[in-house]
């Protein structure tokens, strides 16, 4: 018997550990990867007048180029320098750049390029000119159907090798750093303190559910009809005033709702951790008491609000006759995400809160942003396609999507593995960090409240 607990905590602490290296794997790859699934074209192209400039690409020899890129600027008598950046599909390696100038009478041109397999210059030297002279750096037009034909370009297939190497080395290092300077064996003691404690949070949670509208004439009612008027007023800006349109077939305020409920509870749940310490600072500063316990006790007494606003969301979207599907179960294992992702945010900002008074103000800010940065009243698809990475680092974006995911297109959520993986392996990371700075200035909570 005296083996079993050493044998269960080495079971937990390989089985954090190969969570942790598998999420930051797919995270490397999913990350990096979106980065270098394109081609990018940097083209440096002056003449001495007003001047056309057309690129065409292919992807087979034998086949025709077909316009995808152009530019022009015209000009009297001036010199135009045209400094243009192209990004080319990336589906496999363009094999063929046709750049055809106009009939300007003198030019210089500088092709740079950016891809999976790293950077470069083009040798126009090289290439096949037709009605084009090349001297001393000058390109020079001598017939009515000028063009410069690149196709031996340097666009080669992605080195897989290389960036599951690369990710595999990243991950192993996490690992090793993880092991040095965390303790797991802490962590599994906090674990288990706050499920031995599940009656006390619950207990408390409900009481602070009660006693925010205590006194009001109709008390908990306004915990729903706030939320409610909130999204018809979105509702109707965006789609009786801007006059938005259904989102793949599906109505508007279906796709909203399904965004905005569970930010409600994000915002709620995350900034009512935060200040958690704080408004039981009475309960902080009794020797006996689990101070650890105070955040969950906030943000449980949110989810209660969340319950009633996923009910509230099933019934709307039988209203408007959408039939329900299987894949509704799956906003169980969403809202169960998001909890995490709350709880491990909310330990990290209620310490801080403690020590830097200010951060109930900058949380304020950081959630008024993260409202509209997620993709909530628009889609995704409509940014840049190289900012897409960037807005998907918000790991509210991986909730949001898939409760529309759930409730709209009926995707399991297996099928984002990598997505997946990065935000577990962000709640993760969060929670190591909370749980160590909790364990750290714990002692120090009671003297500064």
């Known amino acids: ?37 394109r081609t990018v074209m940097d083209i440096k192209f ?36 045209l400094d243009k950046r192209y990004i080319l599909p990336e589906n496999e390696p363009a094999q063929g750049i046709l750049i055809v100038p106009g009939n300007e009478s003198e030019f210089t041109l500088s092709l740079n390029y950016s891809c999976k397999n790293g950077s470069g210059n083009i040798e126009l030297e090289k290439a096949i000119l037709n009605d084009i002279t090349l001297k001393n750096g000058k ?22 090798v290389k960036a599951y190497g690369l990710a595999f080395f990243a991950a192993l290092v996490t690992v090793l750093l993880l092991n040095r300077f ?8 906090l674990a288990k303190d706050l499920y031995e404690s599940r009656n006390l949070i619950l207990s408390l949670a409900v009481n602070d ?31 009786i005033g801007f006059r938005n349109s259904d989102v793949s077939d599906v109505p508007f305020i279906l796709w909203f709702m399904a965004g905005l409920i569970p930010w409600f509870f994000f915002s709620e749940g995350w900034s009512g951790a935060t200040m958690s310490l704080q408004e039981y600072s009475y309960l902080v500063k009794k020797v006996v008491f689990k101070v650890h316990i105070l955040p969950l006790v906030k943000i449980i007494s949110a989810f209660f609000v969340h319950i009633f606003f996923v009910a509230f969301m099933f019934a709307f ?17 969403y809202s ?61 974006y991986y909730i949001v999507q ?34 160590v700075m909790y364990k750290k200035l714990k002692p120090h909570f009671a003297d500064v409240l």
């Open 317 to 333: 979207f039988l209203i408007y006759g959408v039939a329900p599907k299987i894949s509704w179960i799956q906003v169980i294992y």
């Open 182 to 189: 965390v303790k797991i064996k802490a962590l599994a003691h």
């Open 46 to 81: 002056n003449a001495d007048k007003g001047s056309m400039l057309t690129i065409y690409y292919r992807y087979q020899k034998e086949e025709d180029f077909t316009p995808e890129k152009a530019y022009w600027e015209n000009g009297e008598d001036t010199t135009l320098v």
């Open 139 to 160: 390109f020079k037009v001598t017939g009515s159907d000028p063009y410069i034909l690149i196709e031996d370009i340097p666009l080669k297939p992605y080195d897989k």
């Open 336 to 396: 169960f995400s998001m909890v995490m992702l709350v709880i491990s945010l909310g330990y990290i900002t209620s310490v801080l809160e403690v020590f830097f008074k200010d951060m109930g103000q900058i949380m304020n800010i950081v959630l008024q942003f993260g409202m509209w940065l997620t993709p909530i009243m628009w889609q995704i698809d409509r940014i840049p396609k190289n900012l897409i990475p960037i807005f998907k680092l918000n790991p509210m």
């Open 402 to 435: 898939g409760y529309r995911e759930s409730m709209i297109y009926g995707s399991a959520f297996y099928n984002n593995i990598r997505q997946t993986a990065y935000f577990w392996g962000f709640v993760l990371v969060c929670m190591i960090i909370g749980s």
């Open 1 to 37: 018997m005296k083996n079993k607990p050493t044998y269960l905590f080495y079971t937990l602490k390989i089985t954090v550990y190969a969570a942790v290296f598998l999420a930051v794997v797919f995270s490397f790859l999913g990350f990096i990867g979106s980065y270098t699934e």
């Open 209 to 239: 559910f009660k006693t925010r509208f205590a006194g009001s004439y109709f008390g908990i009612v306004w915990a729903f009809v706030q939320p409610v008027c909130t999204i018809l007023v979105f509702w109707f800006v965006f789609q």
